[in-house]
């Protein structure tokens, strides 16, 4: 089976910065895509950023120029540093990656999650 792990949330003042990192593991064929979604108390989950295996990102408009997405092919591990942090990032991030096994066809897996807080 397959396991995303998600690490590095945690408390921090506005305007401070926090890395999230996730990994992925198991009978893993091939990765398509890995990204990072979030959602706060009482919202629906949002798409935060999304990095393809060529390295194409996307971002949502609210986290642009503060947030980055990378990834370690080799590790199958996907990062979101995020900078310039607001209370409005408070939420729960989830890892998800879009990837196939060797015995299952391709499927959008996700981590537990991790919280993230931002105080003011």
């Known amino acids: 089976q397959v396991q995303l792990v998600e690490s590095g949330g945690g408390l921090v003042q506005a305007g401070g910065s926090l890395r999230l990192s996730c990994a992925a593991s198991?009978?893993?064929?091939?990765?398509?895509?890995m990204g990072w979604y979030r959602q706060a108390p009482g919202k629906q989950r949002e798409l935060v950023a999304t990095i393809t295996t060529i390295g194409t990102t996307n971002y949502a408009d609210s986290v642009k120029g503060r947030f980055t997405i990378s990834r370690d092919h080799a590790k199958n591990t996907v990062y979101l540093q995020m900078n310039s942090l607001k209370p409005e990032d408070t939420a729960v991030y989830y890892c998800?990656?879009?990837?196939?096994?060797?015995?299952?066809?391709?499927?959008?897996?996700w981590g537990q999650g991790t919280q993230v807080t931002v105080s003011s």
């Open positions: 198991g009978s893993i064929f091939s990765i398509n895509s």
């Open positions: 998800n990656g879009d990837l196939r096994t060797y015995s299952n066809p391709p499927y959008r897996y």
